[in-house]
């Protein structure tokens, strides 16, 4: 399970002590496997209802996750970790394949770990809800009761990619490992989607980015507490997140919100500030001028940023391709 995942619970369950979402496996029914929910009348079918199998196993890279494990590229990766095998080490296969780290008690014999990132780690185990939820006389919140995870809702669904999307360890990046920047909009447009989408972008990215300053704090403060090394990188991505966050609520009139402390290191305080942030600005669809508020903001921070910055500085380097990334993702409509 990435540390990331980790905390998160651990907010959860020590701040917050209630939430339907379970990314940890602890409760809840078995894993049953994508394969009971592609035949074509259920969602293996071509027509908009029920191609969601077909759309995930054809294009979608979640399904090939695993298989990111068996490449020349991850052989290189693992040699230089002194991993012995990437496809079935937990360092990998916690985000590449988080079904193979279930205990026997919460698997089926249909579930293929190796089927990556699928249905059930999005959408939650799903023994208890799979033969009701095609109840017509079963409303959605008496699905959700029986253990769907409610994905509309944008602080599940944040919590749920960010999870696997922003924080790795940094002797896996040295190794080659992608750097990891959580852009929920950017996410969701290059994701090959099955779903009708209802947020706006600039309402995905920004809940984004609070729950990436949620996870980098928690990250940093748990690894201070424990008195590990933080590396400069790891140091200049929180800074500049948390730089970010602040700049999305100086130009946005959000309702209470929680203003961010500025320590100059990660805090307890100030993961459960983000956290707060998160959930606050997921409560409903933005008005629509909120859009532009925001897109008009990070163009002038973008060409403040290019007057004033100095590239050899890393926390500004980050700062500038933060705003220029979160600038093409707010752009894209679809
Ligand atoms: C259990 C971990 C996990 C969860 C949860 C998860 N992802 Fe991923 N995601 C991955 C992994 C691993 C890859 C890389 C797959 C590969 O090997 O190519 C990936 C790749 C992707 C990609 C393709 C790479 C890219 O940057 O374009 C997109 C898009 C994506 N994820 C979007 C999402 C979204 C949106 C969510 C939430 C609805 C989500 N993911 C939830 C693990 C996860
Ligand atoms: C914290 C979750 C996480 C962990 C742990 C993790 N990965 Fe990834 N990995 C991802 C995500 C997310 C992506 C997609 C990133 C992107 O495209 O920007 C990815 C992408 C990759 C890719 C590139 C796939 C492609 O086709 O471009 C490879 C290869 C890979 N990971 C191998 C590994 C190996 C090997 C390990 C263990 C040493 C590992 N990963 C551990 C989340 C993770
Ligand atoms: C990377 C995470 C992820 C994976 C993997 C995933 N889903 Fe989804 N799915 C979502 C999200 C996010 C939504 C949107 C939820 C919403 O707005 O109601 C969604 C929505 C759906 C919907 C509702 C469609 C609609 O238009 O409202 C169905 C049905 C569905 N998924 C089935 C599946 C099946 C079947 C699989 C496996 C083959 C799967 N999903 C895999 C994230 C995922």
Known sequence: MPSSRIHFIFFCQFLLALTSLNLSGAEGGRYIGAVNCSTSGCH???G???KQHTIWFRADRHSRAHSSLTTAR?????ESLKIENPATDSRC??????????PAARKTETLRPEEGVSCESC???SENWVRSHTRTDYSRSQRISSGLRDLEDLYLRSNTCVACHQVIDQDLVAAGHPRLHFDQAGLSDREPRHWKEIWGQPQLWAVGQFAALRELSGHLAQKQSKQQKINPQEQADWESSLWLCQQI???LPLENPSSLSSPAQATMELTRQSDQLTRLSSKKIWPKDWDLKLQEALQNIQSELKKTSRQDQLSQKLKLEKVER???SLALTR
């Open 123 to 125: 959408h939650g185990a």
């Open 74 to 78: 991850s052989a290189r990766m693992a």
């Open 44 to 46: 293996g079918g071509a």
């Open 93 to 102: 296969t916690s985000c590449h394949a988080p079904m193979l780290a279930l």
């Open 326 to 328: 979160a600038l093409q």
């Open 249 to 251: 609520l100086q130009t």
């Open 48 to 50: 908009d209802l029920s």
